[in-house]
T-cell receptor
Framework: KNQVEQSPQSLIILEGKNCTLQCNYTVSPFSNLRWYKQDTGRGPVSLTIMTFSENTKSNGRYTATLDADTKQSSLHITASQLSDSASYICVVSPNYNTDKLIFGTGTRLQVFP | GAGVSQSPSNKVTEKGKDVELRCDPISGHTALYWYRQSLGQGLEFLIYFQGNSAPDKSGLPSDRFSAERTGGSVSTLTIQRTQQEDSAVYLC?????????????FGQGTRLTVV
Protein backbone atom coordinates (compact mmCIF):
# COMPACT_ATOMS: atom_id res chain seq x y z
CA LYS A 1 0.00 0.00 0.00
CA ASN A 2 1.50 3.27 -1.13
CA GLN A 3 1.20 5.92 1.56
CA VAL A 4 1.80 8.76 -0.89
CA GLU A 5 -0.16 8.74 -4.15
CA GLN A 6 0.41 11.23 -6.95
CA SER A 7 -1.62 12.11 -9.99
CA PRO A 8 -1.46 12.28 -12.87
CA GLN A 9 1.33 9.82 -13.59
CA SER A 10 2.37 11.89 -16.56
CA LEU A 11 1.35 15.21 -18.04
CA ILE A 12 2.11 17.04 -21.27
CA ILE A 13 1.50 20.78 -21.56
CA LEU A 14 2.49 23.59 -23.89
CA GLU A 15 5.04 26.16 -22.89
CA GLY A 16 3.46 29.12 -21.11
CA LYS A 17 0.49 27.16 -19.77
CA ASN A 18 -0.24 26.50 -16.10
CA CYS A 19 -0.63 23.08 -14.53
CA THR A 20 -1.45 21.50 -11.18
CA LEU A 21 -0.06 18.27 -9.81
CA GLN A 22 -1.81 16.37 -7.01
CA CYS A 23 -0.57 14.45 -4.00
CA ASN A 24 -2.76 12.43 -1.61
CA TYR A 25 -1.20 10.85 1.44
CA THR A 26 -2.26 8.58 4.27
CA VAL A 27 0.77 9.14 6.51
CA SER A 28 -0.62 10.20 9.87
CA PRO A 29 0.28 12.03 11.90
CA PHE A 30 2.66 13.75 9.60
CA SER A 31 5.29 16.37 10.24
CA ASN A 32 6.06 17.94 6.89
CA LEU A 33 5.39 17.60 3.20
CA ARG A 34 7.89 18.41 0.49
CA TRP A 35 7.85 18.70 -3.25
CA TYR A 36 10.99 17.74 -5.16
CA LYS A 37 11.92 18.23 -8.79
CA GLN A 38 14.01 15.56 -10.45
CA ASP A 39 15.56 16.27 -13.82
CA THR A 40 16.41 13.24 -15.93
CA GLY A 41 19.64 11.66 -14.74
CA ARG A 42 19.90 13.91 -11.70
CA GLY A 43 19.10 13.63 -8.03
CA PRO A 44 15.90 15.23 -6.70
CA VAL A 45 16.08 18.89 -5.67
CA SER A 46 13.78 20.39 -3.06
CA LEU A 47 11.21 22.94 -4.25
CA THR A 48 9.13 23.52 -1.13
CA ILE A 49 8.79 22.26 2.41
CA MET A 50 5.57 22.75 4.38
CA THR A 51 4.88 21.81 7.97
CA PHE A 52 1.46 20.51 9.00
CA SER A 53 0.43 24.04 10.05
CA GLU A 54 1.17 25.70 6.72
CA ASN A 55 -1.36 25.98 3.91
CA THR A 56 0.71 27.36 1.09
CA LYS A 57 4.33 27.92 0.13
CA SER A 58 5.69 29.55 -3.00
CA ASN A 59 9.02 29.28 -4.74
CA GLY A 60 9.04 31.46 -7.83
CA ARG A 61 6.59 30.02 -10.34
CA TYR A 62 5.94 27.03 -8.09
CA THR A 63 3.19 27.22 -5.46
CA ALA A 64 2.43 24.32 -3.16
CA THR A 65 -0.76 24.04 -1.12
CA LEU A 66 -1.58 21.73 1.74
CA ASP A 67 -4.88 20.66 3.25
CA ALA A 68 -4.03 18.61 6.33
CA ASP A 69 -7.70 17.78 6.94
CA THR A 70 -8.18 16.05 3.61
CA LYS A 71 -4.53 14.95 3.44
CA GLN A 72 -4.04 16.51 0.04
CA SER A 73 -1.35 18.71 -1.45
CA SER A 74 -1.00 20.28 -4.85
CA LEU A 75 1.87 21.83 -6.76
CA HIS A 76 0.86 24.58 -9.17
CA ILE A 77 3.28 25.64 -11.88
CA THR A 78 2.60 29.00 -13.49
CA ALA A 79 3.68 30.04 -16.97
CA SER A 80 5.51 26.79 -17.62
CA GLN A 81 8.92 26.75 -19.26
CA LEU A 82 10.73 24.05 -21.18
CA SER A 83 13.06 23.65 -18.22
CA ASP A 84 10.12 22.59 -16.07
CA SER A 85 10.16 19.23 -17.85
CA ALA A 86 11.03 16.83 -15.05
CA SER A 87 9.55 14.46 -12.52
CA TYR A 88 7.87 16.07 -9.53
CA ILE A 89 7.86 14.04 -6.38
CA CYS A 90 5.75 14.51 -3.27
CA VAL A 91 7.47 13.44 -0.05
CA VAL A 92 5.95 13.14 3.42
CA SER A 93 7.69 12.81 6.77
CA PRO A 94 5.77 11.11 9.60
CA ASN A 95 5.56 12.73 12.99
CA TYR A 96 7.06 9.71 14.72
CA ASN A 97 10.27 10.15 12.70
CA THR A 98 10.57 13.52 11.06
CA ASP A 99 13.74 12.51 9.22
CA LYS A 100 12.09 9.58 7.46
CA LEU A 101 11.07 10.38 3.90
CA ILE A 102 8.16 8.58 2.30
CA PHE A 103 8.17 9.20 -1.45
CA GLY A 104 5.38 9.24 -3.94
CA THR A 105 6.07 7.72 -7.35
CA GLY A 106 6.06 11.12 -8.99
CA THR A 107 4.43 12.91 -11.89
CA ARG A 108 6.36 13.08 -15.12
CA LEU A 109 5.83 16.55 -16.67
CA GLN A 110 6.79 17.33 -20.24
CA VAL A 111 6.59 20.90 -21.51
CA PHE A 112 6.56 21.28 -25.27
CA PRO A 113 7.19 24.51 -27.22
CA GLY B 1 32.63 19.40 -0.92
CA ALA B 2 29.52 21.51 -1.07
CA GLY B 3 27.11 18.72 -1.90
CA VAL B 4 26.48 15.03 -1.51
CA SER B 5 29.03 13.07 -3.53
CA GLN B 6 28.49 9.55 -4.83
CA SER B 7 30.94 7.23 -6.52
CA PRO B 8 31.20 5.70 -8.96
CA SER B 9 28.73 7.57 -11.14
CA ASN B 10 28.33 4.49 -13.32
CA LYS B 11 29.05 0.84 -12.62
CA VAL B 12 28.66 -2.12 -14.92
CA THR B 13 29.12 -5.49 -13.29
CA GLU B 14 28.61 -9.12 -14.14
CA LYS B 15 25.81 -11.08 -12.54
CA GLY B 16 27.01 -12.73 -9.36
CA LYS B 17 29.70 -10.20 -8.57
CA ASP B 18 29.71 -7.99 -5.48
CA VAL B 19 29.62 -4.19 -5.76
CA GLU B 20 30.24 -1.33 -3.36
CA LEU B 21 28.68 2.09 -3.78
CA ARG B 22 29.99 5.05 -1.85
CA CYS B 23 28.30 8.15 -0.49
CA ASP B 24 30.00 11.20 0.99
CA PRO B 25 27.30 13.27 2.70
CA ILE B 26 27.43 17.00 3.33
CA SER B 27 29.79 17.65 6.23
CA GLY B 28 27.95 17.77 9.55
CA HIS B 29 24.77 16.13 8.29
CA THR B 30 23.63 13.55 10.80
CA ALA B 31 21.02 11.80 8.67
CA LEU B 32 21.91 9.73 5.61
CA TYR B 33 19.55 7.86 3.31
CA TRP B 34 19.93 5.35 0.50
CA TYR B 35 17.25 5.00 -2.16
CA ARG B 36 17.10 3.25 -5.48
CA GLN B 37 15.20 4.18 -8.57
CA SER B 38 14.49 1.68 -11.28
CA LEU B 39 13.87 2.95 -14.82
CA GLY B 40 10.63 4.94 -14.91
CA GLN B 41 9.82 4.17 -11.28
CA GLY B 42 9.65 6.21 -8.10
CA LEU B 43 12.26 6.23 -5.37
CA GLU B 44 12.39 3.12 -3.23
CA PHE B 45 13.66 3.56 0.32
CA LEU B 46 16.51 1.21 1.26
CA ILE B 47 18.13 2.28 4.53
CA TYR B 48 18.41 5.31 6.80
CA PHE B 49 21.14 6.29 9.28
CA GLN B 50 20.64 8.93 11.97
CA GLY B 51 23.59 9.81 14.16
CA ASN B 52 24.61 6.94 16.41
CA SER B 53 21.18 5.31 16.40
CA ALA B 54 20.65 1.86 14.94
CA PRO B 55 19.93 2.22 11.21
CA ASP B 56 16.47 1.70 9.80
CA LYS B 57 17.04 -1.21 7.42
CA SER B 58 13.39 -1.84 6.70
CA GLY B 59 13.74 -1.06 2.99
CA LEU B 60 16.57 -3.44 2.12
CA PRO B 61 15.07 -5.89 -0.41
CA SER B 62 17.15 -8.94 0.55
CA ASP B 63 20.05 -10.05 2.69
CA ARG B 64 22.33 -9.49 -0.29
CA PHE B 65 22.06 -5.78 0.49
CA SER B 66 23.91 -4.17 3.38
CA ALA B 67 25.15 -0.72 4.28
CA GLU B 68 27.40 0.82 6.83
CA ARG B 69 28.28 4.31 7.86
CA THR B 70 31.72 4.79 9.31
CA GLY B 71 32.42 7.55 11.79
CA GLY B 72 29.03 9.07 11.20
CA SER B 73 30.10 10.30 7.79
CA VAL B 74 30.87 8.23 4.67
CA SER B 75 28.48 5.40 3.86
CA THR B 76 28.97 2.32 1.72
CA LEU B 77 26.13 0.30 0.22
CA THR B 78 27.20 -3.25 -0.64
CA ILE B 79 25.29 -5.59 -2.92
CA GLN B 80 26.48 -9.17 -2.90
CA ARG B 81 25.96 -11.68 -5.71
CA THR B 82 24.32 -9.05 -7.90
CA GLN B 83 21.28 -9.95 -9.97
CA GLN B 84 19.95 -8.27 -13.10
CA GLU B 85 16.98 -6.90 -11.16
CA ASP B 86 19.47 -4.92 -9.04
CA SER B 87 20.08 -2.67 -12.04
CA ALA B 88 18.93 0.80 -11.04
CA VAL B 89 20.13 4.24 -10.01
CA TYR B 90 21.16 4.25 -6.36
CA LEU B 91 20.68 7.65 -4.75
CA CYS B 92 22.11 8.88 -1.47
CA UNK B 93 20.80 11.86 0.48
CA UNK B 94 21.75 13.61 3.70
CA UNK B 95 20.07 16.11 5.98
CA UNK B 96 21.24 18.20 8.85
CA UNK B 97 18.64 18.28 11.54
CA UNK B 98 15.79 16.64 13.28
CA UNK B 99 12.44 18.29 13.57
CA UNK B 100 10.13 19.91 11.13
CA UNK B 101 11.24 20.83 7.68
CA UNK B 102 14.75 19.38 7.53
CA UNK B 103 15.73 19.43 3.87
CA UNK B 104 17.37 16.38 2.34
CA UNK B 105 20.04 16.96 -0.29
CA PHE B 106 20.60 14.28 -2.89
CA GLY B 107 23.69 13.14 -4.71
CA GLN B 108 23.74 12.53 -8.45
CA GLY B 109 23.39 8.81 -7.96
CA THR B 110 25.25 5.71 -9.07
CA ARG B 111 23.83 3.98 -12.14
CA LEU B 112 24.32 0.26 -11.63
CA THR B 113 23.95 -2.08 -14.57
CA VAL B 114 24.16 -5.82 -13.98
CA VAL B 115 24.83 -7.79 -17.16
Amino acid sequence: KNQVEQSPQSLIILEGKNCTLQCNYTVSPFSNLRWYKQDTGRGPVSLTIMTFSENTKSNGRYTATLDADTKQSSLHITASQLSDSASYICVVSPNYNTDKLIFGTGTRLQVFP
Amino acid sequence: GAGVSQSPSNKVTEKGKDVELRCDPISGHTALYWYRQSLGQGLEFLIYFQGNSAPDKSGLPSDRFSAERTGGSVSTLTIQRTQQEDSAVYLCASSSSRGHGAEAFFGQGTRLTVV
